[in-house]
């Protein structure tokens, strides 16, 4: 059996320690070391953005990445997108909207989306389904979810 | 008297009749009526007392939870039909 | 009259689309119905709190992982587990010497009717395996690590069998027999031989031979669909824990967790009284998580290593291989027509692929083949025939989408010959109250012509598409839906606020719909109702989550148990108030009787202050009315690579009544999204010995945001006779027409007639230099 | 995944130690999206998994007079956002932008597709057509090798045991050069190329004829093509229609693919004709001035 080895790293704004063997994908790290939950696996291998975050800022992954790999950087999940018990404006226009149905790809779409806002405040639809290709969702026909992150864009506008 | 759809794959015992009419009060006795015309036909449709897995009745358009055991009017009309196997639909 | 709602265009409008409508304008006199609160386990869900099946963690929890034969047909000679035990970490091994002996008998679970050594054989093979991914052997280990290494460290002697893929291999005179018990079963009629052939019917009236020999016009048209899958996002997970008092809880992601306690209870002989199946969140279903895969697995591991709680999770490659993918089929087709274009004869022949054992969809794909249509002399026959595939599951509406790509087809064929518009045609041909579906029962009321109507009306068809290679189409669909039987309990709370408890997993919001019925019934706001899915110790039996039966009629189980706490209440009042029950009267959550008047909120205090006030209620009801669909698409072909876009869709559904508009427009787009991924992408790829080549989500290819545009959607209300507020089952229709439109757009757009699915751009490049070719050299023949 | 370890140098030197220590049973890990994605399939077993995205040299991204130096793990993310590459080099985005999704851009570097060297790699005809030098370090120093000699077979390539690549230098844009890369995929995302095309050319100063031209395709032989023949036929030639077509024609008989999942010989020999014509088409528009990155991002399958 492998040694676990400690990584530190900050996550969702918290200075965070914790032991992780080094074949452990960060996916892993978070739902069982850490008790991060809502980072979902839906495939494995970077084909269904179930299990996206933020990696200092930038959207990954987190199924393709070794969890020693985060050592000194800074994740955010989506445990980590509301702030201050406030909903954030995408998680209230997925509400609004009915943007979910099984909810399962839910985590991810909210993380990429937050992801392009940040980097793209005013997203054509064109731009929004581009962005979202990499996050598969099966029950909504992609329909709802594109309108609440244009909702949220064009409220930012 | 009801109106009995005769499935196809069992029109050799009707001598090809497609729609036969029956007396009774429910299905249970509109087979024995049709039995007693037609030997065989009980068998086909019931096993182990139960219309047999696979095959489920309709009456009047409504597919009968009670099987066997449901009321049949002077006028109604009754199928056989396979379930709807393999889907949420087969679960009737 | 029909209630249309068109909601979107193309150029959509955010202010109002998917706009919250929760202040209580609902229509028709409702209140609650028809308005768009967001659903109960909203936030949860998108925080990330939500528990779904791979989030259940407990001290001790051991990690299953389960071994599969890389071989389609093979007998298993042995298999040697002692290298795996072995490995530090690994706590217990199972292989089908572990399962009970099952009896080579066909019962009804609940979850249709089943031979129950098949059921066992699927959950580790006995003594073959029946297709590459067929499960063998079981380990759990201290780390999910552990346990996949350990799993590569079971020995299994296979003795390799020649696989059997298609209709056409299980059908031939040498062909290999999978199943040595297996006769055909045509209609309580048994075979006498060994076959592939499960099961032949047939549906027939009138006389078809002189129809066809009279008809002005006939087409006939053979099809090939192949196998795909429901494509959930989240893969089936269990955790169980087997008490050493022999007392077993079972967490699972699962349309049923009662279909989840009778299967395993009869897979290990349990009595379902040691059972306790707790449904977590569920990441998708769509037919697939109704029969079980890894349950009865983590039970076994479970006992085998002492009592530890047991979790197993598939890995995507796993669902793909072994859980539920819908029949590949092969489907002959000829429609008859008459000078004025009415169909005076249809025949269909639908071949479908079982998977490993008996069960593919065929019987309701029979019944949705021809059901659109009004037509006197018809056949159908259906075959169920065993491949090494995986055993097949149910895939919403199953069969249905393979049945109507071949008809619609043949449809718009006939509609163009005849030099008629598609919709007319449908319009004049259309089924409607008192006609017959194919298996001869009569319709009640129906929407199919004011679907196909609205879609005539819509702006969509109402504006030409222009441009070489684009195309339009459309198609026509049907669903039987399904009552099933539901059970709920309800607690008044001394606040006016109401606890639902019931036991249909929510997987596209149901609990917002069944809380809303209960409120338009206790006239009481949607926030007054909390509702909650239980486990199965807490309610009595309860049908899945399927065939479009939630909102029906958990949601009817919810209305019930509305009249029986209001008419308690009435009852309660009238004692307090020394008057006889028939005096109160309610009315707009205000109870009265003569000066006295209570709002809802304090009767609920009043009327338990003696005595606690809860109701149960257990429906069956049979009065489902089906479901239909019509829909339009404009598609655009790149003529050099045959690649299809999908420019612009609307739906036309008949939905009954609207509970929660959002979420049923939300069921139409998503059916249509999976419609379309089946129709121009998704199959099953196998190389000649049956190894399934692309079991990733890389290549099994669903559609992206990118693939799609917005998916517009017409409510088309034709309510339910047989429910108190008109509901229809909404789920399961949508995914029927969309490979029959976009075929019927792809021939509008490049004069090709595909023959199959997937309408790849390899199948369509192919077809279309098929056509070059023909248009060069030979003449066209004529087909009819 | 079985076990292994993991370390992350700080230079080249410590990562060539510990790859040489790990012999067959180490790999560099850049961004992960092809080397994690084997290990958790059971593709690929490793012992030491050395990454390399802590030794600043392999993520370094800087435009001199000499041209382009890219770090072998810098990220497609970090190369979309660096306004002066795309300015200079809008056919690299061409690559960066179709590799995986926006969250495997976060992670997949132009050097790991290089080197996972899989014939249907996204960037490898497009470092082809731009006259790329792989710079490589191992226990014997450091060595260039030109990138179409790179990839030795399906998932092989010239890197031996200790070597890993550094960064890859992309010479400076003569003027009106062009260049692009597509490739057919049946989805319009999140895929693997059934064919990819990539072209550059040269024009005249009048921007009427060609005076050179590269052509490579990937998914179409066990390694991606140099098509010497398919940009020979052009140089000199004015642009039309037919001296394109000729050019098509030569790459579609250049092609030598399989039949497998993903695509048949027939469909990939017509697509590499298709595409050819299609790269060239955008290399040219590039040469005459439109340089925006969007118009390539719509040819690439990515239309409204």
Same mark, same amino acid.
């Given at each position: 059996m492998a040694n676990k080895t400690a990584v530190e790293t900050t996550l969702n704004g918290e200075e965070t320690t914790f032991l992780c063997e080094p074949r452990q994908t960060l996916l892993e790290a978070l739902r069982d070391e850490l008790g991060l939950i809502g980072s979902k696996e839906g495939c494995g291998n970077g084909n269904c953005g179930a299990c996206n975050v933020l990696l200092d800022g930038v959207l990954v992954n987190s199924c393709l990445v070794l969890a020693p790999e985060i050592e000194g950087r800074s994740v955010v999940t989506i445990e980590g997108i509301a702030e201050d018990g406030e909903l954030h404006p995408l998680q209230q226009k997925f509400l609004e909207h009915a943007s979910l149905q099984c909810g399962i790809c839910t985590p991810g779409f909210i993380v990429s989306s937050k992801a392009l806002l940040d980097e793209n405040p005013n997203p054509t639809e064109h731009d929004v389904r581009l962005w979202l290709a990499g996050n598969l969702c099966r029950c909504t026909g992609y329909d709802k979810i594109v309108r609440a992150v244009l909702d949220v864009a064009q409220n930012n506008a | 008297m009801a109106k009995i759809w005769i499935p196809p794959l069992m029109r050799s015992l009707t001598a090809g009749q497609q729609i036969v009419e029956a007396e009774g009060e429910t299905v249970r006795e509109l087979v024995a009526a049709l039995d007693e015309r037609f030997p065989g036909v009980a068998e086909r449709i019931i096993d182990e007392g139960r219309i047999r897995p696979g095959l489920t009745v309709a009456v009047d358009g409504a597919v009968q939870s009670r099987g066997l055991r449901a009321a049949v009017a002077p006028d109604s009309e009754v199928h056989f039909v396979p379930a709807m196997t393999g889907g949420e639909g087969s679960l009737q | 009259m029909a209630d249309t709602k068109h909601n979107g265009t193309a150029a959509y409008d955010l202010a109002s689309n998917g706009k919250v409508d929760g202040d209580g304008t609902g229509q028709n006199g409702y209140k609650v119905i028809g308005t768009r609160p967001v659903r109960p386990d909203g936030v949860d869900k998108v925080t990330g709190r939500a528990v779904y099946a791979a989030d259940v963690q407990m001290t001790g929890l051991l990690h299953g992982k389960i071994l599969r034969s890389p071989h389609a047909h093979a007998h298993i000679r042995s298999i040697d587990t002692s290298k795996a035990e072995a490995l530090p970490g690994v706590r217990a091994v199972v292989t089908a010497a572990d399962l009970p002996v099952a009896e080579d008998k066909i019962e009804d679970l609940g979850e249709g009717a089943i031979n129950l050594k098949y059921l066992s054989d699927n959950i580790l093979a006995h003594e073959k395996a029946l297709y590459h991914g067929h499960a063998v052997a079981a380990v759990a280990a201290i780390s999910p690590h552990i346990a996949e290494e350990a799993v590569s460290l079971i020995d299994v002697d296979y003795d390799l069998l020649p696989a059997v893929m298609t209709v056409d291999d299980a059908l031939a005179d040498d062909a290999p027999i999978l199943l040595d018990t297996l006769r055909t079963d045509a209609m309580g009629e048994i075979g006498a031989q060994p076959t592939n052939l499960a099961s032949f019917f047939r549906h027939q009236r009138g006389d078809l031979d002189a129809a066809f020999a009279d008809a002005h016009l006939v087409v006939e048209r053979a099809f090939r669909t192949e196998t795909v899958h429901q494509g959930y996002i989240e893969p089936q997970a269990a955790t169980a824990l087997y008490s050493a008092d022999g007392q077993i809880t079972i967490w699972t992601s699962t349309q049923g967790s009662f279909a989840v306690r009778g299967q395993v209870a009869e897979i290990l002989k349990i009595p379902v009284s040691r059972l306790k199946v707790i449904p977590t969140e569920i990441g998708g279903g769509f037919g697939g998580k109704i029969n079980v895969y890894v349950e009865p697995v983590a039970v076994l591991l479970s006992q085998k290593a002492g009592y530890e709680p047991v979790k197993i999770v598939m890995n995507r490659a796993d669902v793909l291989a072994a859980t539920g993918p819908t029949s590949g089929s092969n489907i002959r087709v000829k429609i008859a027509v008459d000078v004025n274009g009415k169909i005076t004869a249809g025949l269909a022949e639908l071949y479908y692929e079982a998977g490993a054992y008996p069960g593919s969809p065929v019987g309701a794909a029979a019944n949705v083949s021809l059901a659109p249509y009004a037509i006197d002399n018809l056949q159908v026959d259906g075959y169920d025939i065993v491949v090494n595939r995986p055993r097949s599951a149910a895939y919403r509406a199953p069969g249905g989408t393979n049945a109507a790509f071949a008809v619609e087809s043949v449809v718009d064929e006939l509609a163009e010959k005849l030099g008629m518009d598609a919709a007319d045609f449908r319009i004049l041909n259309g089924a409607k109250e008192k006609d017959r579906r194919p298996d001869g029962v009569q319709y009640a009321r129906i929407g199919q012509i004011e679907t196909v109507q609205a879609i005539k009306n819509s702006r969509h068809y109402q504006t030409s598409l222009e441009g070489k290679y684009r195309g339009r189409g459309i198609a026509s669909g049907y669903w039987n839906n399904w009552g099933g039987q539901s059970s709920a309990t309800a607690a008044l709370n001394p606040d006016g606020t109401v606890n639902l408890n019931e036991a249909s997993t929510d997987i596209g919001g149901t609990r917002a719909s069944i809380s809303m019925q209960l409120a338009e019934a206790l006239e009481i706001g949607y926030e007054q109702v909390k509702t909650r899915v239980v486990d199965t110790d807490t309610v009595a039996y309860n049908d899945v989550t399927g065939g479009s039966r939630t909102t029906f009629a958990t949601g009817w189980a919810a209305y019930d148990l509305g009249q029986k706490l209001k008419q308690e209440m009435k009852r309660r009042l009238a004692d307090v108030w020394d008057?006889? @029950?028939?005096d109160v009267s309610y009315e707009d959550g205000i109870f009265y009787a003569g000066d006295e008047s209570l709002p809802f909120v304090e009767a609920a205090n009043v009327v338990q202050r003696e005595e606690p006030l809860m109701a149960s209620s257990t429906v069956h009801p049979q009065d489902f009315g089906p479901g239909f669909s019509t829909q339009c698409v404009d598609v655009e072909i790149d003529p050099e690579t045959g690649k299809i876009t999908i420019l612009r869709y609307t739906i036309a559904q008949d939905v009954g009544k609207a509970i929660h508009p959002s979420y049923v427009e939300g069921q139409m787009q998503g059916g249509v999204a999976q419609g379309i991924g089946w129709a121009i992408n998704e199959e099953y790829i196998y190389d000649d010995e049956g190894h399934l080549l692309n079991a990733s989500l890389l290549d099994y290819r669903m559609p992206t945001? !990118?693939? !799609? @545009?917005?998916i517009d959607t017409i409510l088309v209300e034709v309510p339910s006779p047989g429910h108190p507020y008109g509901v229809r089952g909404v789920g399961e229709v949508n995914i029927v027409p969309p490979a029959g439109a976009i075929a019927n757009a792809v021939y509008d757009a490049t004069g090709v007639r595909m023959d199959k699915l997937p309408i790849s751009p390899a199948n369509l490049l192919e077809a279309m230099w098929a056509k070059e070719a023909e248009a060069a050299g030979k003449p066209v023949p004529g087909d009819d | 995944m079985q076990a292994f370890d993991y370390i992350a140098p700080k230079s080249v030197d410590e990562a060539i130690s510990a790859l040489a220590a790990g012999g067959e049973k180490a790999r560099p890990l850049s961004g992960g999206t092809d080397l994690i994605a084997q290990l958790q399939e059971g593709r690929r077993g490793l012992e030491t998994v050395v990454d390399v995205k802590r030794i600043p040299e392999l993520m370094e991204i800087s435009i001199s007079a000499d041209g382009l130096k890219l770090g072998a793990a810098v990220s497609c993310h970090t190369i979309n956002a660096n306004q002066a590459v795309r300015d200079a080099y809008p056919a690299l985005i061409d690559s960066t932008h179709l590799i995986g999704g926006t969250q495997i851009q976060g992670r997949a570097s132009i050097g790991g597709n290089l080197c996972n060297s899989s014939p249907a790699a996204d960037a490898i005809p497009n470092l082809v057509v731009h006259n790329v030098s792989c710079h490589i370090a191992g226990p014997n120093g450091r060595r260039t090798v030109a990138v179409e000699d790179f990839c030795t077979g399906p998932g092989q390539n010239v890197l031996e045991n200790g070597e890993f690549l550094v960064s890859l230098t992309f010479p400076k844009p003569p003027p009106n050069f062009g260049a692009a890369y597509l490739r057919f995929i049946p989805r319009n995302e999140m895929d693997i190329a059934v064919v990819g095309a990539g072209a550059s050319v040269i024009l005249s100063d009048d921007k009427e004829t060609i005076q050179s031209a590269r052509v490579s395709l990937g998914a179409v032989a066990p390694t991606p093509l140099l098509v010497q023949e398919a940009g020979d036929v052009l140089a000199g030639q004015p642009i039309s229609e037919e001296t394109l077509n000729k050019a098509a024609d030569l790459a579609k008989a250049a092609a030598r693919p399989i039949n497998d999942m993903r695509g048949t010989i027939a469909q990939r020999k017509h697509l590499s004709g298709v595409l050819t014509q299609r790269a060239l088409r955008i290399a040219i528009d590039r040469a005459r001035g439109a340089k925006t990155v969007d118009e390539l991002g719509r040819l690439n399958g990515h239309g409204e």
């Open positions: - | - | 008057v006889s @029950p028939q945001a !990118l693939d !799609l @545009p917005m | -």
